[in-house]
């Protein structure tokens, strides 16, 4: 057979190049029997249709993958999301993860926190340190991160609106350990568009927070370039009852909003467009999960490239993390998730994703306990080291049903972006609640499903048992809302008042020009201002998103 | 469907921080399909906001939704507040993320039903049918 001019273009500069920076894991890849499992399966022929919708991975349009060899140079960030009580109880747990193997960090913090509420505000009542970590100021985030060394780390954390705030803490913790920015590695959630519609830690209303994500798309361009500036979710999109095709359409939508929001403001599309990074659900629906996966890369990079002019591949890729579906997780049977939660994960890997966190199993009764956590990230290692997946690359493609619906997926997401666009972008949809009917009449319709009988979950409605015993959970020590609330007086007591109150002033000024907000927030946090405080001062000047 | 002239009403309230509203609107959705009158808070509320709504609305119970494990705080403080406004014959549900452990703790503070995730749908529906005929039964002359 003659050789496709596509095929050797893409081994002789995209392959050998990748090969040549990043050796694959192993020499060779084989079975049991010794026999070699291919890089790449192609088909007899490789067509202009071929090259067109499936290409070659990390090739544009990425469908089948946004690097060359996938798994089997790199595995996937197993990054295990993290975070109750204290920092000191934060601290810890991150430890036991990286002894036990993860890769990666992912902050949770908790609720005040992420709406920008001291643990001792009247709004914070009961919520301290419960699903997440509680931090006030600078002095939390130093006690989070002791011991762990920021230049090798990667940190994923989980904060929207007042992502500046939190980002600006880490430069600061990094910068007394010594690190210098440019060589901090991780990730800000930083995506306050889905906030709206899904998880509700909004504060500010749309406009200003598009203002605050633009600044911090330019101050991280220019000093923290290996920090993925925003992680564009679908997650919640889908936890919230958004079926497969809307968690992608709406999370690119928004994805072509924040891009849009940048360019308006004089950003350089080759510049901030690589470091946008994605976030799906994967849920129990294998072959659909897949799909998905595939479908949102290829429109990405076709949106990119064809909407917005990219010229840099790197802008093209959608590089993105997983989580396994919280919404799956029943609290009947809880081993029952254990399965649930591998054939999830087992659909992000071979969907292609950049990390994963695996859910435990006791996640519907209360946060996990240290055990379930560490089944849930043995569960990703089984699938790296055992299961072979990760040997060749998009093991998946060419299946006459993934591909398929890998192209019904992506035709069905961009007519709901066209309806989006034509209803006036996604902030329109926003107010007029158009996203939020559409995702609750999902949710309506899968749960009358399963009401119905028609739609079976084991161990709910059907296989059920009864249980005698119920399994430890993990409790939030009572007493933590309570320290956290002494330690916030105490540190009140001790900073420079007028050295904060200055910094809080600046601060105030600056929100009320067009300035980049980042080096005042940076400066405020280092005066050991505290988030309620800096949250407080834009709160007055850009004002209060209410649900409506 | 309900056997009174007037449907029951209700009310829908998400106390606290939690965003997870997913089952709140569910139930709210449900409760509407089956007869009663729906009033849903929205998210981010305080316990003294839902008590007052709930006696400015004139419910005859309210259903409370947390899934961030602020239920021991959050719930009691809305009986506590609708007691501070001598208000004792609305029933108040609760459903969550909530461990076996807590249901009693919740119980004793006033909190008449507790329902965990997997609940059947008719079970709850039940639960606020029986609820609002307890309440027009000694609410009424």
Known sequence: MEKNKDLTEWQDKVLAKSLARFPERRKQFTNHGGDEIPRLALPEEIDDQYVRLLGFPGSYPYTRGVQPTMYRGRLWTMRQYAGFSSAAESNKRYRYLLEQGTTGLSVAFDLPTQIGYDSDHPMSLGEVGKVGVAIDSLADMEMLFEQIPLETVSTSMTINSPAMVLLAMYVAVAEKQGVAPQKLQGTIQNDVLKEYVARGTYIFPPQPSLRLITNIFQWCGENTPSFNTISISGYHIREAGSTAVQEVAFTLANGITYVQTALDAGLELDV??????????????????????????????????????????????????????????????????IVRVTLQALAAVLGGTQSLHTNSRDEALSLPTEDSVRTALRTQQIIAHESGVTNTVDPLAGSYFIEQLTDRIEREAVELIDKIEQAGGVVAAIEDGFIQRQIENAAYAYQKEIESGERMIVGVNGFQITEESRPPTLRVDPEAETMQVAALSQLKKTRNHDRVKNSLEDLDRAARTDANLFAYVLAAVKEYATLGEICDVLRQVFGEYKQH | MHKHNSPFRVLIGKPGLDGHDRGAKFIARALRDDGFEVIYTGIRRTPEEIAAAAIQEDVSAIGLSSLSGAHLRLFPAVVEALRAAGVTDIAVLGGGVIPEEDIRQLKEAGIDEVFTPGTPLEVILEAFRSACRQQRKTHQP
């Not at chain 1, 897949?290 to 949106?303: D, E, T």
């Open chain 1, 272 to 337: 901030f467009a690589r470091r946008l990074a994605f976030f799906f659900n994967a849920s129990s629906d294998l072959l659909e999960e897949v799909a998905k996966f595939r479908a949102a890369r290829r429109l990405w990079a076709r949106i990119m490239k064809e909407k917005f002019g990219a010229q840099n591949p790197a802008s093209c890729m959608l590089r993105f993390h997983t989580q396994t579906a919280g919404y799956t997780l029943t609290a009947q049977q809880i081993d029952n998730n």
